[in-house]
């Protein structure tokens, strides 16, 4: 097969078999210093699909970064089909920040696809769409829980497009979510554009998390594999992916101390109490109770509430099947054991 052309970026022509670090000017901080959007472009040998990977939206969402850094350590543009984006640090203002936020509190994940003359988020928005998203035929999208909130690894997609499914189950996280698109968002723009998406949840802000990372960079590399862009997959475990039909979250009834009695992951049922509120004199206390059979798939992990905080993630899926992807996740939490790739 004869190599493919040359791949254009800003400007900027990559030859086949190579990596190019772009950097595309996004703003200037009060100082005048620079913000560039840093994108890793490493154009395969072969033709093939053109591949996004974006963590950061979030800019406290850290474990996206790190999932990054290892793709672009580990893909070798001299043994890939088609084309391989990755931008580890798509909210820069909100890295620098450490926080989710853009400088004016807007969420980034609301902007797309953005303007050229609305606000910063818009911009920035617009930026990543018109340059980098209109290339893309396939995107994964990473992301963590909230600060204090952390997320079960999982995938979310829209299961009604068949290729997005796929690119989920092959991902191999022990759980994949229906989740509906919403408007403003990478992924809902990603759709009315016509590229399969997911997007990849795994742990808490501000944190990295080694299990979390090494799903998540074993995933991309498996979707990889999928789409024939490399002949590499990720590890695999020993289980197939579960889809839950839904999720709701569990709120606080009482203000005060939250006594957890179940751990991420963990299978409830419902009217099990997943927790107790409590107040700091031991004189009044609430139970919290799981509204449906499910698996734990969020929790916040600090132990003090307001009333109506939100405390427990809990998936739903075919009540025939519940049990099945209980015992999956006990195989992922079992299986996993920490080193360094």
């Known amino acids: 097969m004869a190599r493919q052309a040359a791949f254009e970026l800003a400007e900027q022509r990559i030859p086949a078999g190579t ?12 100082n005048d210093t620079p913000m560039d ?8 040998v072969k033709p093939g699909p053109t591949l996004l990977v974006c963590a950061a939206i979030h800019g406290d969402e850290l474990n996206g970064i790190d999932i990054c850094r290892r793709l672009i350590k580990k893909v070798n543009p001299k043994r890939l089909s088609g084309t391989l984006m990755v931008v580890p640090i798509v909210n820069v203002f909100g890295f620098i920040q450490q926080t989710r936020y853009l400088p004016d509190r807007r969420d980034l994940n609301r902007c797309f696809p953005g303007s ?10 617009h930026l990543f769409y018109s340059q980098l998203l209109q290339r893309a035929t396939h995107l994964i999208d990473l ?21 997005a499914l796929e690119m989920a189950e092959e991902f191999h996280a022990p759980l994949i979510l229906h989740a509906k698109e919403r408007d403003g ?14 997007l990849y949840e795994a742990g808490e802000a501000l944190r990295f ?6 799903t998540g960079l074993n995933g991309i590399l498996n979707v990889m594999k999928y789409l024939g862009m490399s002949i590499r997959r990720g590890s ?4 197939e992916p579960m889809v839950g039909n839904s999720s709701q979250w569990v709120r606080n009834e009482m203000d005060g101390l939250i006594i957890s009695k179940v751990r991420l992951g963990e299978l409830v049922s419902k009217n099990q109490v997943l927790a107790y509120s409590t ?51 006990d195989a992922f939490i079992e299986d996993f054991e920490p080193r360094v790739l």
Request: glycine share 8%; aromatic share 4%.
């Open 37 to 44: 959007l840093h994108v890793e472009v490493l154009h395969g």
């Open 209 to 214: 998390d080694e299990a979390s990372i090494r």
């Open 19 to 30: 990596q190019r670090a772009i950097k595309l000017p996004a703003a200037r901080l009060y």
């Open 185 to 198: 968002s990478l992924r809902s723009c990603a759709s009315d554009l016509g590229v399969h998406s997911i």
């Open 279 to 329: 107040n700091p004199y031991g004189d009044n206390e609430v139970a919290i109770r799981s509204p449906h059979d499910g698996v734990i798939i969020g929790m916040s992990n600090i132990p003090i509430a307001n009333e109506g905080e939100a405390l427990f993630h809990v998936a739903k899926f075919d009540p025939a099947l519940i049990d099945q992807a209980g015992e999956i996740v």
């Open 236 to 239: 695999r475990r020993k289980f």
């Open 143 to 163: 992301h963590t829980g909230a600060i204090h909130r952390s997320n079960l690894p999982q995938v979310r997609t829209d299961i009604q497009d068949p290729v």
């Open 116 to 125: 050229q003359r609305g606000a910063l988020g818009s911009r920035l928005a």
